[in-house]
């Protein structure tokens, strides 16, 4: 009964290194989203998918690649860290309008 | 997109029954209403879904009036494990538009 499993769950990057955080579901769902949540704020999204091929950009995209090769697999790539993208990442897949979040990626850029 | 308005801070006591009105004057026809709750460190999770009128589960109610321009998330008897940001979402029914962007939520805290 995973749902939706985010990898790592903390990570720490330096200023202008890459990463890629990873997310997974087992539901099936065609749409997979990304939000990030900066402290004492709300969720804004930065990329989704309606399927396998199709992705597109939300509110705050800039800086990050998505890519949608699979309908389980939905990866953020940072593609050079800045001191801005602290947050907490939260990836989503969705059942109709019932959105399933993952447990978070905590990530510190320094 | 239907855009949502709640009041960003609520304060409560044990036992009290809470509602948390959000606004949605854009609603389209085919838009669902979705609450969800996010505690401290985690993601947030689904509370309750509707159209239209009155939905109950065991955690919570939601009332709909006939406009659909607004909807009521009443939490019975709340303890302070309720405790928790609740986010109202707008979304369509009809497919997965995509795009399911969140207000800022309402942080209910519930005192002894």
């Known amino acids: 009964n995973a749902g939706v499993t985010q990898t790592p769950e903390f990570q720490v990057l330096k200023t202008g290194q890459s990463m890629t955080l990873q997310c997974a579901q087992d539901m099936n769902h065609e749409y997979m989203s990304w939000y990030r949540q900066d402290p004492g704020m709300g969720l804004r999204l930065i990329h989704y998918s309606v399927g396998a091929g199709i992705t597109d950009q939300g509110e705050v995209p800039n800086g990050y690649n998505v890519s949608r090769s699979t309908t389980e697999d939905f990866p953020l790539r940072l593609l050079s860290a800045a001191p801005s993208q602290t947050s907490v990442y939260f990836c989503?897949?969705?059942?109709?309008?019932?959105?399933?979040f993952g447990e978070g990626s905590w990530l510190t850029v320094v | 997109l239907a855009k949502t308005t709640q009041p960003i801070s609520m304060d409560s006591y044990e036992g009290q029954e809470v509602n948390i009105t959000c606004s949605h004057n854009n609603i389209a026809t085919n838009d669902y209403i979705t609450w969800y709750q996010q505690f401290p460190s985690q993601g947030p999770r689904f509370i309750i879904q509707g159209y239209k009128t009155k939905v109950t589960n065991e955690v919570a109610s939601l009332f709909i009036p006939a406009d659909r321009k607004s909807s009521t998330l009443s939490l019975p008897r709340v303890s302070l494990s309720d405790t928790a940001v609740y986010y109202c979402l707008v979304g369509s029914g009809s497919g997965n538009t995509g795009k399911l962007i969140f207000g800022q939520g309402t942080t209910l805290q519930v005192k002894p």
């Open positions: 989503a897949s969705s059942s109709w309008n019932t959105i399933y």
